[in-house]
Structures are given as structure tokens and as C-alpha cells.
């Protein structure tokens, strides 16, 4: 890669990556591996860069992989091993009080993968229905319903604690 | 929770700190582009991704010498079909094609070359942010264990014999390897921390060439070009063409050990060569004002492209006996065999009667050919939304 060309790839990747390592993070719910996909994910596009970085919807483009490398996960033999045999924990149903991350990615990981993706491409990275339905390849209309699922699911799980930025603390993006 | 407190929540929700490195990510990149993609990226102008590789040599005469003995005179044929506007005819000519079967789990399969006689293809798959190389027999695939934590094939012979490039797990140290009756040999490089790119190359001689930069440069400064001979697992450096003062990059070697790539100055392809081993060759020609860089070789053709300043490439097949060159108005060429018959990614073959179409596998897919056997077996891929899967043609 000529090297004005990858010190464009690096300015993209840096002012992007602690906002793809939380959507990871959220997504897996674990720091590991979550720098894993963000690997990955940047290597594939870093790959492809020549390609992508002339796409009209970049950020799609790289939330799309992002969530095929947190999907493919499932069929790796690492995945298999350690996912099957450790179940996510469910918290209490009954109220839980949502105290920190801690709580959020518990109840995310009790949330099936193709609505915790839908949820976290729509809410956290922001993307329209059509973009979330662009990225996971498949219709507006299974966005719409594995949204609600997935809304549904995440307030059972989390006890139907309304949760506030204030009870889970503030962010900083790094 | 309605979307607004989904919102609100995951925008507050903290990540622990990421352990991710730049620099990891940049050089695991470099790693996995492939000649393929090498051959996507050239978009306007003949400036490849990871490709102008630097051989430095003294500057000397300028020697247009013939790279194979009974070469023709160099005042070539240029056939311009695409001056004329003239496209390729079609020829009846059936392609049946099928799905190449992956190993069990593997995800991300590319394939990267078919050895001349079609028996023998070679990819590999994604590993997280590595690769794992696959050599299949027959159509049926294996993984091939070469003793490092991420590997690519870039090139199997008719013996069935493989070279490579692996890299260490953080891939701060890559090597060339070569693999032979079930076993990779390590092939000694250079004092230093040397990037290979963008595949290694091999002949049915067990010749193995690779370009080669230092660890941390990019665009191929301070670059060579390395060669192994048959059995030797120490490096030499490749000289450039005769008479050419810029840097070069190497993208294949025939049988006979004749050399293709092209030179490039600033990290753009200027023209496109082929020389032997110790330096003797030729430019080929291409029509006046443009650029040139040779990405295949075998037999007596080589494929590639040529460049006008702020266009797109466009396909060029040399016959490298002759001198001439056939242009057409398509992509340019990835891969070429012993009888001229070119592909480029749009699931074309370019044959010098004409030119054949590969189906796809299923109504709707894309299909992407790579690389071509001397038998006409073609592999590469098919794709459907964002999904593509290995796929092989007999034609």
C-alpha cells in the first residue's frame, strides 16, 4: 500500500477504534475478545482499504464486518469450546438494580446474537434500519422485529429497571 | 425500555480499555493482501498496494535484450482493441463450474493459485487476524501445517510443492517458507526484520521468489527482491533488468525461469518486464503513453495491464516470444497459462480465439476468476450479497 494511502487508513482506524472496540466489547462481552473482532475487523478492512475507503458508506461498510467477525464467531472452533460450555449468566429478573457495565453486558449476552447485533448497530453505532438491515444482509422488516425482540429481551432481562446514562455512569470516549 | 433508553444506556455503557495495536493491525494487514487483491487495488493510475519493491542496482546501459532464447524482434505487435473500441468475440466454449469444497469451519476461504496441470490449488483461510493455508488435491482440500501461527500459499507448483510467506502471532516477524512432501522448510532471508509481499512465488524448478521491505516501510522502500534456488534455503538478491534504473516488483516466474513484474518509480508501475535471474531482459511494450506492469507469467505469455494517466487499467496479454501485446477494454489481467488464456475478475477467460464466460453457481451470484491452469481449469470465487465462497470452472 503506498504510504499516503496507509497513513489515511491509520487516521481513519484511530479516531474509530475505541468506538468499535465498545460496540465489540458490547457485542461479545468480553475485552479479549472483543480486541480480537476489532482486529480482525480492522485487518480485513485494512485489506480492502482500497476499495472501502471510496465506498459512499464507509461506517456501514465497516460495522458490517464487524458484526459478520462477532456472527462467524460461533462457528469457530474457539467459539464452540468456550461458549458452549460457559453459558452467560442471566441476571435475577425480579430488579436487579443496574449498578455498572458490569450489569448492561450481562444482560446484553442474554440477548440471542442477531438481536444483540441489531441492538447494538441501531443504538450504539447509530445506524438507520436500512443501514443496520445493509450490514447484517438481511431485510429492513427482520430489523424492525429482531429490534423489538431484542429491546423485549433486554428489558426482561435487566428487570424492567429503567436505566439511566446517571445510574451506569458517564463516559468517556477514549 | 423503549429505543431512547437503549440509546442512552449503550452510549454510557464504558468498555474496558482495548488492546489493540495500530501497528499490529498495519502489518497483519500487509500480510493478507493477496495478488488478487493487489491487482483490485489499482484503481487510475498503475500505483499497486504493497507492491513497488526497490532493487537497488548501479545504473548501466539500457539493454532491451530478449528474456527467452529465439525472441522475437522487439518492434512488437500492438494490437489495440481497445483504440478501435473492438471487444473480444465470443467463443463456444462451456464452462461448468462448482462450488471448491473448505475445510470444516473455515471461514474467509481465497484461494491464490492453481498449478499448471489443475490437480493442485492454493488459499487459505481466515484465523482470526491470520491466515491458515489450505492446499487442495483434487478438489479436496487440507490444511497444511507449516509450524507457524499464520500462513498464506502463494504458489504451488505441478509436484504439488508450495511456497509461502508465515508470520509470527503478532506478526512482527514474518519468513518465506517452502513446503514439500508434507514438510515447510524455513527459507533464510536477510539480516533484519523484512516484510515479503504480496505472495511468494515458485516454479516447477523449485526456484522461489518473494519481494521483500524492510519492517515498518511501505510502497517498497528500501525494498529487494529475494530468490532461493532449488533446494537452497539461502537468500540471494534479485538483480533488476539490465539497464533499468528503478525499482522493480516481481509477480511470477515461467518454468524456465523467466521473471515478470514491473519497475516503478515513486511507488508507481512504469513498465512492465520480464529478465531471467541475472538481470537479462526486456520491457515489454505497450501503447505510446501509457504504463505497464506484468502481474502473471507462464509458458510464453504474460498478463497484466496498462495505465493512461487518470484512467483505470486495462488488460494487456504479451506474448513474451514475439513481443506482441493484445489490449482490451476490460480489467486487467490476474492470471494467464501456457496457452494465453487470461482471466481478470470479471468471470472472463481471454483467449487468444476469443473470449469465454464463467457461469455462475446459483442465479444471481458474481463471479470472480483468479487463476488458470494450462488445462483451462479456472479457480476463484463466487459471491452473493456479502457472502463469496471458493469456486472452480473446467472449461
Known amino acids: 500500500m503506498r504510504a499516503d494511502v496507509e ?80 453459558l ?69 432481562l435487566m428487570g424492567g429497571v429503567p436505566v439511566t446514562a446517571a445510574r451506569v455512569g458517564k463516559v468517556e470516549e477514549r | 425500555m423503549n429505543e431512547d433508553d437503549a440509546r442512552e444506556l449503550l452510549h454510557a455503557t464504558a468498555a474496558p480499555v482495548s488492546g489493540v495495536d495500530l501497528e499490529t493491525v498495519v502489518r497483519a494487514g500487509r500480510r493478507r493482501r493477496t495478488r488478487r487483491r493487489v491487482a483490485e487495488a489499482c484503481g487510475g493510475v498503475a500505483v499497486i498496494a504493497a507492491v513497488a519493491a ?82 487442495w488435491t483434487d478438489g479436496v482440500p487440507a490444511r497444511l501445517d507449516v509450524g507457524a501461527p499464520s500462513a498464506e500459499i502463494g504458489a504451488v507448483n505441478r509436484s504439488g510443492a508450495a511456497a509461502g510467506v508465515a508470520s509470527s502471532a503478532d506478526f512482527a516477524t514474518e519468513w518465506v517458507f517452502r513446503y514439500e512432501h508434507g514438510h515447510a522448510t524455513k527459507l533464510n532471508g536477510l539480516p533484519g526484520r523484512w516484510h515479503y509481499y504480496p505472495q511468494a512465488y515458485l516454479n516447477d524448478a523449485g526456484y522461489v521468489l518473494v519481494n521483500a521491505e524492510p519492517q515498518g516501510n511501505s510502497g517498497g522502500v528500501g525494498g529487494v527482491t529475494l530468490l532461493w534456488r532449488p533446494g537452497s534455503t539461502t537468500a540471494e538478491k534479485l538483480p533488476l533488468p539490465t539497464g533499468t534504473k528503478n525499482s522493480a516488483g516481481i509477480f511470477g516466474i515461467t518454468d524456465d525461469n523467466t521473471i515478470a513484474g514491473g519497475t516503478y518509480a515513486d511507488g508507481a508501475g512504469r513498465d512492465a518486464y520480464v529478465w531471467d535471474v541475472q538481470g537479462h531482459g526486456r520491457k515489454l511494450d505497450a501503447p505510446q503513453g501509457t504504463t505497464a506492469v506484468a502481474y502473471a507469467v507462464r509458458g510464453d505469455w504474460a498478463t497484466g495491464g496498462v495505465w493512461r494517466a487518470g484512467h483505470d487499467g486495462t488488460l494487456a496479454v504479451w506474448n513474451i516470444r514475439t513481443g506482441a501485446v493484445r489490449v ?38 458474481s463471479v470472480h476468476g483468479a487463476f488458470i491452469a494450462d488445462t483451462g481449469t479456472v479457480v476463484g470465487d463466487v459471491s452473493s450479497g456479502h457472502t463469496s465462497i471458493p469456486a472452480i470452472w473446467t472449461c
Open chain 2, 328 to 365: 482490451l477494454p476490460q480489467e486487467i489481467g490476474t492470471d494467464v497459462n501456457a496457452l494465453g488464456a487470461a482471466v481478470n475478475r470479471t468471470g472472463k477467460v481471454f483467449r487468444p480465439d476469443g473470449v469465454a464466460t464463467l457461469p455462475p453457481l446459483a442465479k444471481g451470484q
Open chain 1, 88 to 156: 452467560p449468566e442471566r441476571p435475577d429478573p425480579a430488579g436487579t438494580p443496574v449498578e455498572d457495565r458490569d450489569a448492561v453486558v450481562t444482560a446484553l449476552r442474554g440477548v440471542p446474537r442477531g438481536q444483540r447485533a441489531v441492538v447494538v448497530l441501531r443504538f450504539l453505532c447509530d445506524l438507520s434500519v436500512e443501514e443496520t438491515a445493509e450490514a447484517l444482509g438481511c431485510s429492513t422488516g427482520n430489523v424492525k422485529s429482531q429490534s423489538a425482540r431484542g429491546l423485549a429481551t433486554l428489558r426482561e
Open chain 1, 7 to 86: 497513513r489515511e487508513f491509520v487516521e481513519y482506524v484511530t479516531g474509530r477504534m475505541p468506538r468499535l472496540h465498545r460496540a465489540a466489547y458490547l457485542l461479545c462481552g468480553d475485552a479479549t475478545r472483543a480486541d480480537d473482532i476489532v482486529q480482525a475487523t480492522l485487518v480485513s478492512l485494512y485489506a480492502k482499504w482500497g476499495r472501502a475507503r471510496g465506498a459512499d458508506n464507509i461506517e456501514g461498510y465497516v460495522h458490517r464486518i464487524l458484526v459478520r467477525r462477532f456472527l462467524d464467531e460461533r462457528r469457530s472452533a474457539w467459539a464452540r469450546v468456550v461458549l458452549s460450555d460457559s
Open chain 2, 54 to 135: 526497490a532493487v537497488t542496482v548501479p545504473a548501466a546501459v539500457r539493454d532491451h535484450a530478449p528474456a527467452t532464447p529465439g525472441a522475437a524482434d522487439p518492434a512488437a505487435v500492438i494490437e489495440q482493441a481497445a483504440a478501435s473500441g473492438a471487444s473480444p468475440s465470443p467463443v463456444a466454449v462451456t464452462c461448468q463450474g462448482r462450488e471448491l469444497a473448505v475445510p470444516s469451519g473455515a471461514q474467509g476461504v481465497t484461494v491464490t493459485a492453481i498449478d499448471p496441470s489443475g490437480r493442485y490449488v492454493a488459499g487459505w483461510s481466515v484465523h482470526g487476524s491470520g491466515s491458515l493455508p489450505i492446499l
